[in-house]
């Protein structure tokens, strides 16, 4: 069954403090993995797709990479403003039905 | 350009009543998904709909269906609500079918007491 698996569920950064957030991914042929910021009460917002290992996407503070099993979202010297929940999503094979992490809870403090 | 507008933001329903919440993708996007987010959870996907026909169907009861109109705009309804259902009720539309990049709009919270 196609899977995906984020950690950690929350995450507690100080200003300025570099960290990751793992997705882990189990799907018959990738096709497609992709990165969303959802704020409370809001819909989520696009970020990244990333489509075959050893892609690489920025934006911002924000870089994110894929392997053949897991990606991470790179957050550098995060802001207050990064605070928000990352959601990662895998496109289901043969559908455009997505497949969605529990989400990690990013909190930064200044 | 506007983006993914839903309507309404917020609803109070009580059980056994029955819901419609609409959703009017981005201008030029033909594929419409509905998503249902319980709190803590991630989206859960209900259904997909691309040039008015069904293409997905998520695990979700008959009580839930949806359409598409020729202006590619869509509802998801819902009957004999539940307690259960309350949730955030996300639409996602993108270009087209096999373009999975889905750009989601604010939402409809659906409150069932």
């Known amino acids: 069954e196609d899977q995906v698996t984020q950690s950690p569920e929350a995450l507690r950064l100080q200003e300025g403090e570099s960290s990751s957030l793992n997705c882990s991914y189990t799907v018959s042929g990738l096709r497609g993995l992709f990165w969303y910021r959802q704020d409370p009460g809001k819909g989520p917002e696009f970020l990244f797709t990333l489509y075959s290992a050893g892609e690489e996407k920025e934006k911002e503070r924000l870089k994110a990479t894929l392997t053949k099993k897991e990606s991470f979202l790179h957050i550098t010297a995060p802001k207050p403003e990064d605070s928000a929940t990352y959601l990662c999503?895998?496109?289901?094979?043969?559908?455009?039905?997505?497949?969605f992490g529990t989400g990690t809870r990013l909190q930064v403090f200044p | 350009d506007a983006g993914v507008t839903q309507s309404p933001t917020h609803l109070i329903k009580t059980r056994g009543q029955h819901v419609t919440l609409r959703c009017s993708p981005i201008s030029g996007h033909k594929s419409v998904s509905w998503y249902q987010q319980v709190l803590g959870q991630g989206p859960q996907f209900i259904f997909q709909?691309?040039?008015?026909?069904?293409?997905g169907r998520g695990n979700f009861p008959d009580r839930f269906s949806a359409r598409q109109f020729p202006n590619y705009s869509s509802e998801l309804n819902v009957n004999a609500l539940l307690l259960g259902d309350s949730a955030l009720y996300l639409c996602?539309?993108?270009?087209?079918?096999?373009?999975?990049?889905?750009?989601f709009g604010q939402g409809t919270r659906l409150t069932v007491v």
């Open positions: 999503a895998v496109r289901e094979p043969n559908t455009d039905k997505l497949i």
């Open positions: 996602a539309s993108s270009l087209a079918s096999g373009r999975p990049e889905a750009f």
């Open positions: 709909y691309y040039e008015k026909e069904e293409r």
